[in-house]
T-cell receptor, first 112, second 113 residues
Framework: EPEVTQTPSHQVTQMGQEVILRCVPI?????FYWYRQILGQKVEFLVS????????KSEIFDDQFSVERPDGSNFTLKIRSTKLEDSAMYFC??????????FGEGSRLTVL | AQSVTQLGSHVSVSEGALVLLRCNYS??????LFWYVQYPNQGLQLLLK??????LVKGINGFEAEFKKSETSFHLTKPSAHMSDAAEYFC???????????FGAGTQVVVTP
């Protein structure tokens, strides 16, 4: 069964460092998303991506964040200068326009 | 804008007892509604979804949910809890088939022997 894969599963970084989280969505899907879940809190929408551009972003997704689909298979989330409050589980998801989002296992980011 | 409210952040049920998790939604247009489950240290897995077809939706692992427009609810039930049902459950709403999901705060389910 096709699945969304994310790497790394866990990353520890120092405050101020750049982080790139990678995702390989399901191959025939057209819509891609990043969500995050701070420990003990609800899952929050960050950004959606369609046709090689951002279709919607939340207020959390400020200038420190960017997304890219560099090669037609990977979908990356970059945090330019990490802050302590960026520590969270980041989930990638994809959708083929059925309304059902398929989520990856998540990448846990710990900022020290 | 759409939103969901899950009543009860923690629910404890006995093995074999009914599981009932409550979700109420707010949406200006007919919604798409979802229940996701998250097992410890894992991602989100879709349990079931409502997309304007049958109001009673059956999902995986014996779960089902009923869409009640008059009550703006989409409660999740399972007749008989198993120990393996211990997890966090999230209700989510979307207003279209490609849009973002708005998640509820989640309900942690504990199953006791």
């Amino acid at each position: 069964e096709p699945e969304v894969t994310q790497t790394p599963s866990h990353q520890v970084t120092q405050m101020g460092q750049e982080v790139i989280l990678r995702c390989v969505p399901i191959s025939n899907h057209l819509y891609f998303y990043w969500y995050r879940q701070i420990l003990g809190q609800k899952v929050e929408f960050l950004v959606s991506f369609y046709n090689n551009e951002i279709s919607e972003k939340s207020e959390i997704f400020d200038d420190q964040f960017s997304v890219e689909r560099p090669d037609g298979s990977n979908f990356t989330l970059k945090i330019r200068s990490t802050k302590l409050e960026d520590s969270a589980m980041y989930f990638c998801a994809s959708n083929s326009n059925t309304g059902e989002l398929f989520f990856g296992e998540g990448s846990r980011l710990t900022v020290l | 804008a759409q939103s969901v409210t899950q009543l009860g952040s923690h629910v404890s049920v006995s093995e074999g007892a009914l599981v009932l998790l409550r979700c109420n939604y707010s949406s200006s247009v007919p919604p798409y509604l979802f229940w996701y489950v998250q097992y410890p240290n894992q991602g989100l897995q879709l349990l079931l979804k409502y997309t304007s077809a049958a109001t009673l939706v059956k999902g995986i692992n014996g779960f089902e949910a009923e869409f009640k427009k008059s009550e703006t609810s989409f409660h999740l039930t399972k007749p008989s809890a198993h120990m393996s049902d211990a997890a966090e459950y999230f209700c989510a709403v979307s207003i279209d088939s490609w849009g973002k999901l708005q998640f509820g705060a989640g309900t942690q389910v504990v199953v006791t022997p």
